[in-house]
């Protein structure tokens, strides 16, 4: 293969979506909960699916780290692939694609541990750190890395449920790094936090972009707006609309979507 | 979904209308004050001329009404989309409406001046060009009322039209001016008015990009509509504060 060749192949690569999801269907028993959902997630952008509740926000994220498979009468139909492996068909083990694509949910949920083994935790599982001293570094880049370091540099031994909330939802986001996952999902991690620490949470995501692909469900129009490079509108299980989040909070295509974003329905 | 156009919060809706209103109002004045300022001129009525000027105080008012109903709705509302747009909207053809208010207290102030001197020919086709322009702001008028974007751009390209009557009417002053050299400060005066209600138009073009954007989020394409563009060079050094003496 001549170079140049080669150079634009790996440019279409680099422009590849991390994950492409292809006329996913999801049902809850009878009830269809998503209806032929496609959707491509570009990697180191922020994006952030919005929608009334029970649009199926939630259901979608699941899908992408296969946490929708414990839900006993869940089906999920289609194809999600994560940089090209189709994340139901392949053989790949769900716990290995948890590792890769992590979540942090709506109420902080800290381990019953010290701040330490809640981090420390995910690497032990998954043996990513060996010995003690690797393990360490690592405990503390993720905490670094969640903006958490210096409150609790001086309290690692004590538990983590003693945190204030905003600290507690950084730790699990520092939890969710340690494993050195690509992507990050987060349902609502603002939900439960005052306007302070959902500042540093978002300023965080901004952080995090660099290395990570970040999903985000968020009721927050303005979070949305803020934190996000693409915004995705889902209504009664459909994707209605998806594009640059500057377009869509400013001129978006499709009704429902300019309908609930100012506030008209929802 | 619900059918309504309404917001799930009231008051929302209340503010947007009001802004809508005033919208409405400075429209509805800064039209007439041009009717009355050329009228003044045409009836040699110096009593309307200061009308006109005292008048143009309170569209200046309502536009600050205005900006305070919007810095006021950004600031408890965070307005997105089509609401969004509506409030930079309507900021921006407030400032085209005043400005358009503040050319008739212009073309005014000018006819007061105008009145010390014998009657000019030329009136007859500031007239025309009057007529024409209030025309032009009118439809302005009704196609934001109306968020009718075929009649935004309908009107855009009637200036077209306002600044072909200009170059004519420059030309008739300066043929005034070259026969009789008496003629030239009220052909100055003249050219001046013509300037402004051409001015006028440009402000009326604006609204109509404005409106275009406001009711299809995308920017009107293409080139401006312009006409012959010498007479506009030769006058752009000018200062539309209608302070000038000549
Ligand atoms: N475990 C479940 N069993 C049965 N139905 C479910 C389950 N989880 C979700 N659903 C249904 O699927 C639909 C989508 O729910 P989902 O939780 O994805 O919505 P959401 O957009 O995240 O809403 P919210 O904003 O309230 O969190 C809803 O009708 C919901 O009732
Ligand atoms: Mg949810």
Redesign the interface.
């Known amino acids: 293969m001549d170079m140049q060749n080669f150079k634009t192949r790996e440019k279409a690569a680099m422009a590849e979506p991390k994950i492409i999801a292809r006329d996913v269907n999801v049902y809850y028993g009878q009830s269809q909960a998503l209806k032929s959902i496609e959707l491509d997630i570009a990697a180191n952008e922020v994006t952030a699916l919005i929608g009334p509740s029970g649009c199926g926000k939630s259901t979608f994220l699941r899908c992408i780290n296969r946490m929708n498979d414990v839900i006993e009468s869940c089906r999920v139909e289609g194809r999600i692939t994560l940089e090209g492996i189709d994340i139901y068909n392949s053989g790949l083990d769900p716990v290995l694609l948890r590792a890769r694509v992590g979540m942090v949910f709506q109420k902080p949920n800290p381990f019953p541990k010290s701040i330490y083994d809640n981090i420390a935790y995910g690497p032990r599982l998954h043996g990513i750190a060996s010995g003690k001293d690797e393990l360490e570094a690592t405990v503390e880049s993720s905490l670094r890395r969640a903006g958490l370091w210096e409150e609790v540099k001086d309290r690692l031994d004590s538990p983590g449920t003693g945190l204030s909330g905003g600290q507690q939802q950084r730790l699990c986001i520092a939890r969710a790094i340690a494993v050195n996952p690509e992507v990050i999902l987060m349902d609502e991690p603002c939900s439960a936090l005052d306007p302070i620490a959902t500042a540093k949470i978002e300023e965080l995501i901004d952080e995090l972009r660099e290395n990570f692909t970040i999903v985000i469900v968020t009721h927050s129009?303005?979070q949305a707006?803020r934190v996000s490079q693409k915004t995705a509108f889902f209504?009664l299980g459909e994707l209605v609309e998806v594009g640059e989040t500057d377009k869509l909070?400013?001129?978006?295509e499709d009704q429902?979507?300019?309908?609930y974003?100012?506030?008209?329905?929802? | 979904?619900?059918n309504?156009?309404?917001?799930?919060?009231r008051s929302?809706d209340k503010e947007l209308r009001t802004i809508h209103e005033i919208i409405i109002r400075m429209g509805g004045m800064a039209e007439n004050q041009l009717a009355e300022a050329v009228d003044a001129l045409v009836q040699r009525d110096s009593a309307k001329a200061e009308m006109v000027r005292a008048e143009d105080a309170k569209i200046d008012a309502l536009e600050e009404e205005l900006e305070a109903a919007v810095v006021q709705l950004i600031a408890l509302r965070?307005?997105?989309?089509?609401?969004?747009?509506a409030v930079i909207s309507a900021l921006k053809i407030s400032s085209d409406l005043e400005r358009i208010g503040d050319y008739a207290k212009n073309i005014a102030k000018r006819s007061i001046a105008i009145n010390q001197m014998p009657p000019q020919k030329s009136v007859t086709s500031i007239m025309r060009m009057s007529r024409l322009v209030q025309e032009i702001v009118k439809d302005t008028l009704d196609a934001f009322s109306h968020s009718d974007k075929d009649r935004a751009i309908d009107v855009w390209h009637r200036d077209e039209e306002v600044d072909e009557m200009y170059t004519s009417l420059f030309r008739e002053l300066l043929t005034y001016m070259m026969e009789d050299p008496r003629n030239i400060g009220a052909c100055t005066h003249m050219l001046f008015i013509a300037k402004n209600i051409e001015r006028m138009g440009d402000h009326a073009t604006n609204i109509a990009e404005t409106i275009y954007y406001l009711s299809?989020?995308?920017k009107l394409e293409g080139k401006r509509p312009k006409g012959d563009r010498t007479p506009f060079q030769i006058l752009s050094a000018e200062e539309d504060n209608g302070e000038v003496e000549i």
């Open positions: 129009m303005q707006a209504h909070f400013t001129s978006p429902r979507t300019q309908g974003i100012t506030g008209r329905f929802g | 979904m619900q309504s156009n309404d917001h799930i919060v929302f965070q307005p997105v989309a089509n609401d969004l747009r299809t989020g995308h």
